[in-house]
């Protein structure tokens, strides 16, 4: 069964600091892995996503991320934190074969200080 | 950029009555799906919809919720008879193909709250 662990239900940055959000998945077969941005009282947007290419992904608004398998983890970055970053963050997988459904992580909440 | 619509936005409704979602997905897309999310809880995985069927649903989704597309771009959750417990976020969400690295496009989701 796949599942997902996101290590820290709030983060706190300046802005112009490094955003770290940690998440690590559990799969019975290679996963594909997805990070979701929820803006407050909107849907779930795809930031990026992890579908067994380059190990290094980048996505929108300046994010990345990098999928280590030997660490089954798919933590999320962005160099320089930008007061519009606040928001929920979700990490979420699918398995490559049979379940198709995205299994989400609890979610974190960003927040970005002045 | 083509969306997902979902309405209501929020629907308030009291225990022991049935409430119906409504969802428009993508309109070239073939796969659809509702999710939830109880208040400060995981968005959890409800049913999926392919080929005017449940191609895969969770535990959650017992004999009281079922699913329907009645026409062409409309794909509808109904709850029978609404718990206090049935409160919660329901998002719907489509796809293109039936991947599992084509990712899912969410809808603004519908705010159920039960009375």
């Known amino acids: 069964a796949q599942s997902v662990t996101q290590l820290g239900s709030h983060v706190s940055v300046s802005e112009g600091a490094l955003v770290l959000l940690r998440c690590n998945y559990s799969?019975?077969?290679?996963?594909?892995l997805f990070w979701y941005v929820q803006y407050p009282n909107q849907g779930l947007q795809l930031l990026l996503k992890?579908?067994?290419?380059?190990?290094l992904v980048k996505g929108i608004n300046g994010f990345e991320a990098e999928f280590k398998k030997s660490e089954t983890s798919f933590h999320l970055t962005k160099p320089s934190a930008h007061m519009s970053d606040a928001a929920e963050y979700f990490c979420?997988?699918?398995?490559?074969?049979?379940?198709?459904?995205?299994?989400f992580g609890s979610g974190t909440r960003l927040q970005v200080q002045p | 950029e083509p969306e997902v619509t979902q309405t209501p936005s929020h629907q308030v409704t009291q225990m022991g009555q049935e409430v119906i979602l409504r969802c428009v997905p993508i309109?070239?897309?073939?796969?659809f799906y509702w999710y939830r999310q109880i208040l400060g809880q995981k968005v959890e995985f409800l049913v999926s919809?392919?080929?005017?069927?449940?191609?895969?649903k969770s535990e959650i989704f017992d004999d009281q919720f079922s699913v329907e597309r009645p026409d062409g771009s409309n794909f509808t959750l109904k709850i029978r008879s609404t718990k206090l417990e049935d409160s919660a976020m329901y998002f719907c969400?489509?796809?293109?193909?039936?991947?599992?690295?084509?990712?899912?496009?969410f809808g603004n989701g519908t705010r159920l709250t039960v009375t």
């Open positions: 979420a997988v699918s398995e490559g074969t049979g379940r198709r459904a995205l299994t």
């Open positions: 309109s070239n897309h073939l796969y």
């Open positions: 919809f392919y080929n005017n069927e449940i191609s895969e």
């Open positions: 992890y579908t067994s290419a380059a190990t």
């Open positions: 799969s019975s077969v290679p996963p594909y």
């Open positions: 969400a489509s796809a293109s193909d039936g991947g599992s690295s084509s990712p899912l496009h």
